[in-house]
Each structure stands twice: as C-alpha cells, then as structure tokens.
C-alpha cells in the first residue's frame, strides 16, 4: 500500500498552495468530503461484484472512479465547474440527492455534502490532491487500521502547530475500553460523542472477531451499532470510517446529543453499551442545560454527558467513558452527578492514567467503567505508570496497547498492590473519586549544595524586592 502519511503529506502541501484555502479547518473539511466519495466509490465497486443488481445511489457522472480515478482526467476551469456549477455541479446535486430503492443510503450522501464546501479555488491543485488519494487503494490493503493512520497524519500538523485541533483517543485506550466491556452479538452500542467513529469502529472490529460467525450474525451487527457527533468534519471522517469498516449503511447523526430531550428519552432509545470519550472544558450551546433535570445543570459538557449516558443506558447497561480529574471531583453540582453515578450504576473500575496520555493535552484523566441497575458498594482503582525509563508519551512514543497487559491479567483476579487499590463508597468525602494511589510514596526531592544556595538566594532576592515595594 501507499505509504499514508507521505500521501496526506503531500496533499497537505498541495492544498497550502491553493489560495481558497485558509487555515487548518477548512483543509481538513475539504479532504474530509473528498476521502468519502473515494471511499463510498470503492465500496460501490465492491458491492457491484458481491451482490447481484446493486446500483450505487451516486449518480454515474459523480462517482470517483469516473470524474476523479483517471489520473489524466478533467482539471483546471473544467474541474472547478463541474464541482461548483450552480445548477448541475457535483454539490449542488448531491445536496439535492434522493433515492427510492436506497433512501437511507442516499440520505447519508446528502447529509455530507449539506454540511461541507469545496474551498478550493484552482482546478489544477485539486486535480494533483485527486491523483495523490488515488494512489491508497482502501479495497486492497490489509491494513484494517488504515483510516486511523490517514487521520491522524492529518492531525500531526495541528498538532505540530499547538493549535487545539480535533484530540482524539489513542487507539490503545479504545481497545482496552471496548475489550474490557465486551460487546456481544446483538448488543446496541452507542457513542454520544463519536467524533470520527474510533470506540465504534473498535466494537465493530471486538464483535466481528468474537461472535460474527455468519451471514446472520453479520447482518445483526449492522444493525447495532450508532454514533452521534456534533462537529460537521468529524462527522463526514466518522461516517467515512464506518463504511471503510464495512458497514453498509451507518446509523452515524450529525446531532447534538446534549440537545436530545432528556425526559422523552423511553426504552427503545436505551442501548446496552457506551464507549464514548465526551468533550471537556467544551462550551454548550446557549440553554442547553435546561435540557437536564434542574439538580444536574452545568456548563461542564462531560458531566452532562455523565447524566445523559445513565438515562440512555438499559437497566443493566454497561459504560466505559474518559473523564478529567475536573469530572470526579469538585463540590456542588460535580457531587451530585457523581452521587446520581454511584447511586444509579456500580462504579466499578477507575483506571488513573498519566497526565501526558492524550498528548498533546496535558490533563490528567480517567477511564470510568460501570454498569446501570445497581449501586456502588466498592470502587477498584488501578493506576497505569509509564513504561520504565520514559518520561511521558509523546509523538513519537505514544501509549501502546501492550503495555495494558498486566491491567488485563489483574481484571478478572483483582488484588491490591502497588498499583492498585480498593475503596469502599461510604469512605468516600463528597463522593470525591480524584484519589491517590495510597501505597506510592511521595518521591523526597534531593538537591545539591549548589541547587540550594541558588535557591535561597533567589528567595533572598524576592524578599528584598517585595521590601522595597512597600517601603515605597
């Protein structure tokens, strides 16, 4: 296969040349649309030669392989008319796109193209970022993992950059939490924040592989499997990456899941599992919490989503989410969330990761496993170290899904050690969970003599300073 990251490299840098483009955003959006139609292209052709009488809902003049795979093909004015043309242009038609036999299919072209733009303002750059995303074949390649590497390829520049950008779950914490909860056959899973589908696509991958025996079982699991995300490119990347998973028609929406009604949500909206990782420090739309019952409103999106998921969960639904230290600790409204937690569902498991997991973000967070119809009597924590030697993660030593295997041997035959404790719920103060890991000692700082007379003398001269200041 082509190697991803020199490709999205270079499409980067083809895009900065093009004047229509500005900023990191607006080149992720414009290959978000361009990465589904190749996509949704590739899995037409294939489901042309697996199933007999299969049409695409794309009209034949705007699939890829007929506009875009020839690498000599129409570029330039042609190319930018037949992407923009008011009337007959790939946008406004595929805005416009319905379908009687796949209407679910089609609508999901639409919803793509409703909430996207082509920024680019010369056909013949595009026409060269076309010819780069032909040279990745998705059909071919073996590597099931090869959206992943694509997006974030794409991220390391906002990365790189110290911009916000779109942090996402490591891999390894996806599988871990998806593992650890084990969705079975016929299970709903839901992620409320799905942003670009990884907790969906790795209980898609955990089903397949342990319980999808046949043509049934796979048809079931097509049917099991839902993601809400609100942001527009995270949405098309997220959809984009369950059609590469195979899933025909996605039930992925391009909603705000802190704007469903609270109190219309019944049994048939409730669903076994939710392997989500929500936004914190996140701002909501304006009245969003008045949504919520009045003891629960915040401002904090995750301690909504804390509440939300509850009354989403099946009376013996299970919940894997990633929270901050923010989320488990505080006074007022925090505690009353948490108490609803712990008076709602076991609380089970709460997995201390270090500080640098989510690199670039620097915040200390957690991973909640729990399950709805029964209080907290105990709590286990665990606390995952680094690899020996290593300072942090990094770009470039990122958390890796091995080092999870001593946590996954002590989950079925649970000890206290060094690293992991046990905690009744009446101990705790304010139902506080932000607790420290009782057996490891507080490291003594040891300075050398140098160190310690450069810092009384530093502290010597700030005293003197603060003495003139209000002798003045």
């Known amino acids: 296969m082509a190697n991803v990251g020199a490709v999205v490299n270079s499409i980067r840098n083809i895009m900065r040349q093009d004047r229509g483009i500005s900023g990191d955003a607006q080149r992720l959006e414009q290959l978000g649309w361009m990465l589904f139609l190749k996509i949704m292209d590739d899995k037409d052709q294939e489901l042309e030669v697996i199933r007999d009488k299969y049409v695409s809902v794309i009209p034949p003049q705007f699939q890829w392989r007929n506009w875009a795979a020839n690498p000599e093909g129409i570029t330039g004015d042609e190319l930018l008319n037949f992407i923009d043309h008011p009337s007959t242009g790939l946008f406004v038609s595929l805005r416009n796109l319905s379908n009687a036999v796949q209407p679910k299919r089609a609508a999901i072209v639409k919803e793509v193209f409703d909430g996207s733009n082509n920024y680019m303002k010369s056909g013949y750059e595009m026409r060269k970022v076309i010819n780069k995303l032909n040279e990745i074949d998705f059909n071919n390649s073996e590597d099931k993992h090869i959206f992943g590497n694509i ?10 950059a110290g911009n916000k950008g779109e942090y996402y779950t490591p891999r390894a914490v996806t599988q871990l939490m998806t593992q650890m909860t084990n969705p079975k ?20 991958d955990h089903v397949r592989d342990h319980y999808v025996k046949t043509l049934e079982d796979e048809q079931v699991l097509q049917n099991s499997i839902t993601g809400w995300e609100l942001k527009p490119v995270a949405y098309v990347l997220g959809l984009t990456n369950l059609i590469l998973h195979e899933m025909d028609v996605p039930d992925y929406h391009y ?10 949500i019944s049994r048939k909206d409730e669903v076994d599992v939710i392997l989500a990782n929500p936004p914190f420090g996140a701002s909501i ?3 969003v919490e008045t949504n919520f019952p009045a003891s629960f409103r915040c401002k904090e999106s995750a301690d909504l989503f804390v509440i939300l998921m509850l009354q989403l969960l099946k009376p013996v ?35 201390r990761l270090p500080q640098s997991t989510f690199f670039p973000a620097t915040v200390s967070t957690n991973l909640l496993f729990f399950e709805k119809g029964s209080p907290t009597k105990e709590i286990w924590y665990y606390e995952h170290r680094l690899p020996e030697g ?3 993660y990094s770009k470039l030593k990122p958390i890796q899904f091995e080092e999870f ?28 969970l932000d607790l420290k890991n009782p057996f490891k000692k507080e490291e003594e700082a040891t300075y050398s003599k140098q160190d310690l007379i450069g810092k009384l003398k530093k502290s010597q001269n700030r005293i003197a300073e603060l003495l003139t200041e209000l002798g003045s």
Do not use: M
């Open 285 to 287: 739309a304006d009245g």
């Open 405 to 432: 295997q001593p946590l996954i041997e002590w989950w079925d035959n649970r000890v206290e050690n060094e690293v992991a404790w046990k905690v009744n719920v009446e101990d705790l103060k304010g139902f506080d």
């Open 317 to 351: 639904g299970r919940c894997a989410i990633v929270l901050p230290d923010g989320s488990i600790t505080g006074e007022g409204v925090k505690a009353r969330i948490r108490e609803k937690l712990l008076t709602d569902a076991n609380l089970h498991t709460i997995i």
């Open 255 to 264: 909603i705000d899941s802190l704007k469903k009604e609270y109190n219309s």
């Open 151 to 160: 997006y974030e390829s794409i991220l390391q520049e906002l990365r790189d």
């Open 390 to 392: 290593q300072k942090s």
């Open 185 to 204: 056959l016929g299970e709903k899973v839901l992620d409320p924040a799905a942003g670009t589908g990884g907790f969906l696509t790795a209980a898609i």
